[in-house]
């Protein structure tokens, strides 16, 4: 069992950098692939980013590739979103989820079992 707690999402304007947190509890975290996914108002949840669970592979979106950094810290039972020069269609609830299978870089919802509640950013032009 794992639980998942997102923060730092907030309101910024277009541009500026954000850095999402997500905690998690249990033992197995350092086993799981952990990736991030987000959903705008009226649109399905996209993915954005995944990092494997040794911290040794990562895989970006296109739409972010190059402005976002996934990381994490199993140690601190943490994975991190570094989002930089942020664009007004960045605006979204952001997701962590955990992915038990560690199937390589998996980009699908489904495959991902255990999610957070989620927190908003907004980013304005």
């Known amino acids: 069992q794992v639980q998942l707690v997102e923060s730092g999402g907030e309101s910024v304007q277009a541009g500026g950098s954000l850095r999402l947190s997500c905690a998690a509890s249990?033992?197995?975290?350092?086993?799981?692939?952990m990736g991030w996914f987000r959903q705008a108002p009226g649109k399905e949840r996209e993915f954005v980013a995944v990092?494997?669970?040794?911290?040794?592979?990562?895989y970006y979106a296109d739409s972010v590739k190059g402005r976002f950094t996934i990381s994490r810290d199993n140690a601190k039972n943490t994975v991190h979103l570094q989002m930089n020069s942020l664009k007004p269609e960045d605006t979204a609830v952001y997701y962590c989820?955990?992915?038990?299978?560690?199937?390589?870089?998996?980009?699908?919802?489904?495959?991902?079992?255990?999610w957070g509640q989620g927190t908003q950013v907004t980013v304005s032009s």
């Open positions: 990092i494997r669970w040794s911290g040794g592979g990562t």
């Open positions: 989820a955990a992915d038990p299978s560690n199937n390589g870089y998996s980009t699908v919802t489904s495959t991902y079992y255990y």
């Open positions: 249990g033992r197995t975290f350092s086993t799981y692939n």
